[in-house]
């Protein structure tokens, strides 16, 4: 196939053969019509000259005064080098001495084409005829022809017959070739890559044809591509509400198991049912019935979060998946949040409508793997909080139904339990290994519930962390045993107290100064308090943490490194805090007879003698155990063997019993 350039190419070279044969053909022509002309004239003008010359002579000798004029013919035509008179061979006169017999062509006459007989002939001659006496005299009459002027005429044209006809059209030639690949070739590629790849829009176009394509695939592609939008999100979408519709849903959801089976994530699967949404339709009609639909959906949207999804499945039907969440906590604290959207008064069309909604939730993997076994089984989850009364939420599995309502009921009661006054602070001795003598105390909270009896810290005080309860406890806590600390000092209990420190409570802003002014209010002196703290501070971004450690230390309170040997703890991290006392986690203790365990121990006893470390053990309730410490060169001990955390009274009754026993 041809190429546009290639097209015209061969347009322009037969066209160009053409004019330049008919313009060759009469380029030659017109020159031989030229010579034709000069030819004549010349021979006239000799034939002329010939009658006056004979008409000027009596005899040979006399013909010298037709010199004059014979000079004035040579001089005044170009083409004429010098005039001769010939006597048979002999020369009578001749206009220009320096020419000779040798520039003659007698007889040379014979050529036919004018042009040729021009260019070729040496000279033209003419019979000088008349009587001398009676005698009739013939002289021949010669010019001899200026080849230089002659060959200069016909070549100088040739030249220009070149120049005009060869380099002109080759210049014209390149010239419309690069006109046509800027203006059409280019321009029409551009237009095949936009057709075939949907590059970008090509601008504008200098010819107007071209423009006019151009334009017309633009505005044609764009229309399409609106169509292709408009076409995917009617598949998608939900007309009345705008939400994700069911074909949407499922498509994000096997996206979501892909990715989260790849990741080992989880994510939950939220089937929210309008309660009693039948009777507004009922009795108000439809169309208030959709508007309220419309803006329960926009509710809804606008209280979760961008990267949770929402699609409406059925009339009052809608699904939510929650891909990230801290604990199910939280993820009942966004339930509820929405379901406390929901219930706010509506006015829908000036009727004031109420509503509540009820919710399932299934989790990927625990509860189904697949879309079909999540939708049904938090449908059952949702069907089950309707049948416990609706307006409520409801997990699929019961057992993590009843921890989250579990820890619900523990969040509330936790924080009661604060403005109650049931929290206490028990002690649990630390004793010196070598003196066998107490060097202070670790004070460890203890929840006293009325109903429950003694709850333990492990058992509240995480879910505190989580949702930074821990913060307002810890205040109270630090603020007890600062308290209890000056009110031993004047029982004469001259001990070093240990407070447990969550991460949560050192990022606090301002926390190092407000614990440095609660001691200077109290007067309690700062070599008397040691916090402690867990390994996950070390690896902690924040600086807030370290800045806070530093502040303490600075005023002369220790630092423990609590539950050491279960974190990510490493010797930079070491260096990088102040740190007095490692605390070997209690977990360690019951592998002290093992090798491997023993190990362990003596190496983080070696560590801590290595970077000027006081080493304390929790967790010892064996003598045996204590002995094996005193014999590895461990400093300190904690453990049921000496003595369980204390009540504040017991402790002072177990405190002077045993400072009794050593002194006895
Ligand atoms: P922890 O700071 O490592 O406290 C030591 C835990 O080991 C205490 O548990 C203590 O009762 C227990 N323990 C001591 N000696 C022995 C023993 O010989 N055998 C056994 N099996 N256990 C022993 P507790 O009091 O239940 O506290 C648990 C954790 O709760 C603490 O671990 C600490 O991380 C946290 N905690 C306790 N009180 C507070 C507090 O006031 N503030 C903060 N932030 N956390 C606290
Ligand atoms: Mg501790
Ligand atoms: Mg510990």
């Known amino acids: 196939m041809l190429s546009i350039q290639r097209f015209t190419l061969l347009i322009f070279v037969v066209v160009s053969v053409i004019f330049y044969a008919l313009f060759t053909y009469y380029f030659f022509k017109q020159e031989e019509e030229m010579a034709a002309v000069i030819m004549k004239t010349l021979r006239n003008n000799i034939a002329e000259t010939a009658y006056t010359v004979a008409k000027n002579t009596k005899n040979k000798e006399s013909v010298i005064t037709s010199r004059a004029a014979l000079d004035r013919i040579a001089a005044s035509n170009h083409f004429i080098k010098a005039i001769l008179v010939l006597d048979d061979k002999d020369i009578l006169l001749n206009t220009d001495p320096h020419c000779g017999m040798d520039a003659l062509s007698l007889g040379d006459d014979e050529e036919k084409i004018p042009a040729k007989q021009l260019l070729k002939s040496k000279s033209l001659e003419q019979e000088i005829r008349f009587y001398e006496g009676k005698n009739a005299v013939k002289l021949t009459l010669v010019y001899v022809l200026e080849h230089e002027e002659i060959d200069a005429h016909f070549i100088n044209n040739q030249i220009e017959f070149a120049l005009y006809f060869g380099f002109i059209p080759i210049f014209i030639f390149l010239l419309v070739l690069w006109f046509i690949h800027f203006f059409v070739s280019i321009p029409l590629e551009k237009l095949r890559q936009f057709a075939y790849y949907h590059s970008k829009v090509p601008s504008a176009f200098k010819l107007k044809e071209l423009e006019v394509i151009r334009y017309s695939m633009v505005d044609t592609f764009t229309r399409l591509e609106s169509e292709k939008e408009e076409l995917y999100l009617m598949a998608r979408t939900d007309s009345l509400s705008g939400l994700a519709n069911r074909n949407s849903l499922y498509e994000f959801v096997e996206r979501l198991i892909a990715v989260s089976a790849r990741n080992e994530d989880e994510f939950a699967f939220l089937f929210l049912d309008i309660d009693h949404f039948k009777s507004v339709n009922d009795s108000l009609g439809h169309n208030v019935g959709d508007e309220l639909l419309k803006n329960i959906a926009s509710i809804i949207k606008k209280t979760l979060r961008p990267n949770d999804f929402i699609a409406r499945v059925g009339g009052d039907e809608f699904v939510l998946i929650i891909p990230e969440y801290k604990s199910y906590f939280e993820l009942s604290n966004i339930i509820e949040r929405i379901q406390a959207h929901l219930a706010r008064p509506w006015v829908v069309q000036t009727h004031p409508i109420h509503i509540n909604s009820s919710v399932g939730v299934a989790f990927y993997p625990k509860d189904a793997t697949d879309y ?22 409801h997990f699929f599995t019961e057992a993590l139904n009843k921890s989250v309502q579990d820890t619900i009921t523990l969040n509330k009661n ?3 339990a ?17 003196s066998g003598t107490i060097v202070g105390v670790e004070a460890l909270l203890r929840w006293i519930s009325p109903k429950k009896g003694i709850i333990s810290p492990d058992v509240f005080i995480p879910l505190a962390e989580d949702n930074g309860f821990i913060v307002e406890l810890g205040e109270w806590i630090v603020e007890e045993a600062l308290s209890q600390c000056l009110e031993w000092k004047a029982k004469n209990i001259d001990i070093n107290i240990s407070i447990n420190i969550s991460i949560k409570q ?8 407000n614990f440095i002014a609660k001691l200077e209010e109290k007067n309690v002196d700062p070599s008397q308090i040691d916090i402690e703290i867990t390994e996950y501070i070390l690896v902690d971004q924040h600086n807030e943490s370290l800045n806070s450690l530093n502040l303490l230390h600075d005023k002369g309170i220790s630092i423990s490194l609590d539950d050491f040997g279960t974190g990510y ?6 260096k990088r805090f102040p740190i007095d006392y490692l605390k070997i ?15 362990f121990i003596e190496t983080i006893v070696k560590m801590g003698q290595t970077l000027h470390l006081k080493i304390i053990a929790e967790g010892v309730e064996k003598q045996t155990q204590l002995e094996y410490l005193k014999n590895i060169g461990c400093d300190q001990y904690q453990g049921y063997y000496y003595s369980k955390p204390l009540s504040v009274s017991d402790f002072e009754i177990f405190y002077k019993a045993m400072n009794l026993s050593s002194v006895s």
Not at 506 to 513: P, S, V
Not at 585 to 592: A, G, T
């Open 372 to 393: 079909v076994s999540l939708m049904k089984h938090a449908d059952i989850a949702m069907y089950e909080a309707k049948k416990l009364g609706r307006a409520q939420y």
């Open 506 to 513: 050192l990022q606090e802003t301002n926390f190092a100064m």
């Open 569 to 574: 703890s490493s010797l930079s991290y070491l």
């Open 414 to 416: 936790m924080r009661q």
């Open 418 to 434: 604060l403005h109650n006054g049931e929290y206490q602070l028990y002690y649990q001795p630390k004793v010196d290994i070598l």
């Open 585 to 599: 986690d209690r977990s360690f203790m019951d592998d002290y007879d093992s090798e491997d365990g023993a190990i």
